[in-house]
């Protein structure tokens, strides 16, 4: 499987994530997407602890993922296809990792803490951060795995 | 069993915080990830070797950690609901059917989707089972946290070799 192949998997994957989470957004193109509701918010409530309070909230519709989450898997996508068409990160990924996970802890604690309020617009802007880090910390990872199964065989 | 007891360690954990709702409204989606770079720490502790860790080993821990965490998340969940006939479900299918009344959808499937949540909601608070319920648990942990631990797997060892390489270079 080449390094391509897997990328487009993976872009796969995210856009149903994606199109999943913004489902009750879509039900209005075509109405039999409703039976799909059940079985797509219980696969994410082993991803997602989908708070009503932390669902993030558009127009007059929700996301089934909490706002952080819905973040993640949004900064997830932005990254790859950053990737496939060509754009990269100046700046170190692991450093960047590091720093998004900082963000979003302290996130957590100020808001659980009560120093200010939950905010989904804050939550999901860490979760973008996150997201984006986290892709391209797995990209790096899968380049260097099959950089390891091609010196394996050779 | 021996040469994966970090991953059973790893995967335990896992799926107990996936059934603590504090646990899970604070680590979300991260639990398993988390649990496999325990698991890939607890197997370099173990096996005393601080040299860079192979991806193929990090996958592969993250993998049978997350495929643990689907058992025993799965065996919890079915089990804790069969004695309390109460879980996650119950509590959220008020709102589920609130958000499906107010959407202009067709009533005959309003109507169906309503009788499939009912049915399953009915038969958790009698009998503390649904097949359906029990069905879907099972394979949605099956997909996702092998998946997941993959994924923290890969990322887990790509943070431990980034650190060794810094190390071996300040001394």
Known sequence: MSYKSIQLLILFLLLILNIGNFILFFIQFDNRLAYLILPIDKSFSLICHQQSSKLFNYFTFHTLLCSRCTGIYLGGITALISILIGIKLKISKLELFYTSIFLMLSDIIFYTSGIYNYSQWIALITGFLFGIAALNLLMISLQNLIKEINSENF | ?171
């Open chain 2, 1 to 171: 069993m021996k040469k994966y007891i970090s991953s059973f360690v790893g995967g335990f954990g896992a799926g107990v915080l996936q059934i603590v709702p504090v646990a899970k409204n604070l680590a979300c989606c991260l639990i398993v990830p988390i649990a496999s770079y325990i698991a890939i720490q607890l197997e370099r502790r173990a096996s005393k070797d601080n040299n860079k860790i192979p991806l193929k080993k990090g996958i592969m821990i993250g993998l049978i950690t997350g495929l643990y965490a689907a058992l025993f998340g799965s065996l919890f969940e079915l089990l804790i609901t069969f004695i309390t006939h109460n879980n996650d479900f119950i509590f959220a299918m008020s709102g589920l059917q609130k958000v499906i009344k107010d959407f202009p959808l067709d009533e005959k499937i309003k109507a169906e989707i309503f009788s499939m949540i009912s049915k399953v909601a009915s038969d958790i608070q009698r009998q503390g089972f649904s097949v359906l319920y029990s069905f879907s648990i099972i394979v949605n942990n099956f997909i996702i946290n092998p998946l997941f631990g993959l994924i923290g797997g890969l990322i887990s060892v790509q943070i431990i070799n980034s650190k060794i390489s810094k190390d071996t270079t300040e001394f």
